[in-house]
């Protein structure tokens, strides 16, 4: 099997990285779980959702984290966060080569909702701490459950981040936008819309992510050492400048699109020949389309 999508997270961080490279920190044998759900009677995982260790990248020592969407959507706790934050505090320590993320998470797990929140809150907080010392943090997405939440925004703190069409990135989910603003805003259940307007091509279009790649672990694997050397070559640490630009880049999407109903009158809009036909199209062709009609810094 070389879908992405479709691998768990130690599957993942098997196929991705060196072969028999990874060596993980804190196994479930360890059986640190979240203090948490057993309270609550609710079940509990020894990873409790994510793997965190170092591994080979091309030859190149790498410290790496992978979410399992298989164990409540990859939804972040106290342990959970903690063993994220850990992870990227020890990439600072060793002066790691680099962190790569292979995220797939729903954001913070309700069950444990302030520790949940506070532990997002730290991950982002290490995440920039590393960028700082000059470490880049490249973030993958490309599994079923997508990036939103609280890791939406863990996401777009990284250096790059590198999606499939099949991942989705946002804040909030469809189904919490319908919720709070009610289906006539947005329907979750019109699934190609859901797609549409968080799926990899609109987040590469719109500037959110920096490569866009086929549903392939290999095709994952060479945009994660392409995006962290072209990361080094850019500057890693978020300057002053960067978020000005991000500031100014958002600030263009709402004047431009802010009026849109629909992703395809923003692809439209970007001056894409045929926005109907997007959808369909395959990674590399997609990819040759929309070449000077996307926003911010996509590769």
Same mark, same amino acid.
């Given at each position: 099997?070389? /879908?992405?999508?479709?691998?768990?997270?130690?599957?993942?961080?098997?196929?991705?990285?060196?072969?028999?490279?990874?060596?993980?920190? *804190?196994?479930?044998?360890?059986?640190?779980? /979240?203090?948490?759900?057993?309270?609550?009677?609710?079940?509990?995982?020894?990873?409790?959702?994510?793997? &965190?260790? +170092?591994?080979?990248?091309? !030859?190149?020592?790498?410290?790496?984290?992978?979410?399992?969407?298989?164990?409540? !959507?990859?939804?972040?706790?106290?342990?959970?966060?903690?063993?994220?934050?850990?992870?990227? +505090?020890?990439?600072?320590?060793?002066?790691?080569?680099?962190?790569?993320?292979?995220?797939?998470?729903?954001?913070?797990?309700?069950?444990?909702?302030?520790?949940?929140? %506070?532990?997002?809150?730290? &991950? =982002?907080?290490?995440?920039?701490?590393?960028?700082?010392?000059?470490?880049?943090?490249? $973030?993958?997405?490309?599994?079923?459950?997508?990036?939103?939440?609280?890791?939406? %925004?863990?996401?777009?703190? $990284?250096?790059? &981040?590198? =999606?499939?069409?099949?991942?989705?990135?946002?804040?909030?989910?469809?189904?919490?936008?319908?919720?709070?603003?009610?289906?006539?805003?947005?329907?979750?259940?019109? +699934?190609?819309?859901?797609?549409?307007?968080?799926? !990899?091509?609109?987040?590469?279009?719109?500037?959110?992510?920096?490569? %866009?790649?086929?549903?392939?672990?290999?095709?994952?694997?060479?945009?994660?050492?392409?995006? %962290?050397?072209?990361?080094?070559?850019?500057?890693?640490?978020?300057?002053?400048?960067?978020?000005?630009?991000?500031?100014?880049?958002?600030?263009?999407?709402?004047?431009?699109?802010? !009026?849109?109903?629909?992703? *395809?009158? $923003?692809?439209?809009?970007?001056?894409?020949?045929?926005?109907?036909? &997007?959808? =369909?199209?395959?990674?590399?062709?997609?990819?040759?389309?929309?070449?000077?009609?996307?926003?911010?810094?996509?590769?």
């Amino acid at each position: 099997m070389n /879908s992405y999508l479709e691998l768990t997270a130690r599957e993942r961080l098997a196929r991705l990285f060196d072969q028999g490279s990874f060596k993980e920190f *804190l196994p479930p044998s360890a059986r640190v779980a /979240s203090p948490h759900l057993g309270q609550l009677n609710a079940p509990v995982a020894f990873d409790d959702g994510v793997a &965190v260790g +170092r591994a080979l990248l091309d !030859g190149q020592p790498v410290l790496c984290a992978a979410q399992e969407g298989g164990f409540m !959507g990859g939804a972040v706790g106290e342990v959970h966060g903690a063993k994220l934050t850990g992870l990227l +505090r020890r990439a600072v320590q060793e002066r790691a080569g680099a962190v790569v993320l292979l995220l797939e998470s729903g954001g913070v797990r309700l069950h444990e909702a302030n520790a949940g929140l %506070i532990a997002v809150s730290e &991950v =982002m907080r290490a995440l920039l701490d590393a960028r700082a010392a000059g470490i880049p943090v490249v $973030a993958l997405v490309g599994g079923s459950n997508g990036c939103f939440g609280g890791m939406g %925004i863990v996401a777009r703190c $990284a250096n790059a &981040v590198v =999606m499939s069409e099949e991942g989705r990135l946002a804040m909030s989910g469809p189904e919490v936008i319908e919720t709070a603003s009610g289906v006539e805003e947005f329907d979750s259940r019109d +699934r190609a819309l859901v797609w549409r307007t968080t799926g !990899g091509k609109h987040r590469y279009l719109m500037g959110d992510c920096h490569a %866009i790649v086929p549903d392939e672990v290999q095709a994952f694997r060479a945009a994660a050492i392409d995006a %962290i050397a072209h990361s080094r070559g850019a500057g890693v640490e978020l300057s002053l400048a960067t978020l000005e630009a991000e500031q100014a880049l958002l600030g263009q999407r709402i004047a431009r699109f802010g !009026g849109c109903a629909d992703p *395809l009158d $923003a692809w439209r809009e970007l001056g894409l020949p045929d926005p109907a036909a &997007v959808p =369909m199209m395959e990674a590399d062709a997609f990819s040759a389309l929309a070449a000077g009609h996307t926003l911010g810094g996509a590769q």
